[in-house]
């Protein structure tokens, strides 16, 4: 379960509704005729991202992770429009696995994170996105839910067009 690799260590005394409950959701994208190494190359090249459809803005490290720059242990920044993110990398296993949380007060919930698994899967590549987080406000976690699973799915179909143009470089 995706709550073990970044649930929160904070106490429910911290939310502004403390009857709320965590809102998890499941996608999955398939990539056909992908290669999950070059895929997994290209997805940790933060200036393809700057430079394509998948996120318009920009991804920094601010403090490298022990093994490997973007590795576990690793906080990074995401700023795209008005939205500042700052991202801990808390699971990293190349080219299969990637998850984090971000710091409560950067997005419009509390506990936000996600973790992502490349399978190699009938000639492509197939994607699995599991996220959660708490709502800040009761009542608003459907909505939410909504918003960041339309936003995965089109950072899925980023990925897609990404990868396509990384490569006929």
Known sequence: MIQSCWQSKRSKANYKMDNTKKVYYEIEYFYPDVDRQKFWDMFFDYEAWSKSDILPGEI???KPGKDV??????VRSVIS????ITEDIVGFRPPEYFSYTTRNGSMPVNDFGGELSFEVHKGGLLSKYKG?????YFGTGWLMKYVFSRAQKSAFI???KAYKAYYEK
């Open 81 to 84: 429009g008005s939205m500042n």
């Open 158 to 160: 980023g990925l897609g």
């Open 60 to 62: 920094s490290i601010i």
């Open 69 to 74: 720059p973007q590795g576990a242990g690793a």
């Open 132 to 136: 959660g987080f708490n709502p800040k």
